[in-house]
């Protein structure tokens, strides 16, 4: 009986301990999506509190002069500035959580949040929909991995009181 409340007690102050981390360290747009979709994308985390000014014309992280890269420098930004909170992420599918390292020599991805400009912290999560059929409309898998290893914490539980 006492190892059973121990093992209950593991389990739950695991998942407690997962259930508070972000899903992954930097946030990432969808290199499979077309340019059109990922342009809305950078254009609202740029307008949303995101600090582009590495991807400016003159900034380091400018090359690769691309969308999919000035994408994901801008989601990340705005990521790191909401607190690493994962729906700050969702982008309406757009992006997506990485524990992979994007950023390049010369070009660092900030992993841990930053403080937010004069602004504030951005308030919105990303656009809400778009008018193009590019994929853009798939629904975020953002939040799903904390519901998921609650899941299969609660069956553990079940399985250890079986034995």
């Not at 909170?85 to 991805?109: E, I, K």
Request: glycine share 10%; charged share 10%.
């Amino acid at each position: 009986m006492a190892s059973d409340a121990a093992r209950l007690l593991l389990l739950l102050a695991v998942a407690a301990a997962l259930a508070g981390r972000s899903e992954g360290g930097w946030c990432v747009c969808r290199p499979d999506l077309p340019d059109a979709a990922l342009q809305k994308t950078l254009d609202y985390a740029c307008g949303g509190g995101a600090d582009c000014k590495p991807i400016l014309q003159n900034g380091a992280c400018f090359s690769p002069d691309t969308v999919k890269a000035h994408c994901s420098y801008a989601v990340n930004s705005f990521y790191q500035r909401s607190g690493q909170n994962p729906q700050a992420c969702a982008f309406s599918g757009t992006a997506f959580l990485s524990n992979n390292d994007p950023g390049s020599p010369g070009c660092p991805y900030p992993s841990t949040p930053s403080p937010p400009g004069v602004d504030g912290p951005p308030t919105a999560q990303g656009p809400s929909s778009f008018n193009d059929t590019s994929g853009a409309g798939i629904l975020p898998v953002t939040g799903t991995v904390i519901p998921m290893v609650l899941l299969a914490c609660s069956l553990l539980v079940a399985l250890c009181f079986r034995l």
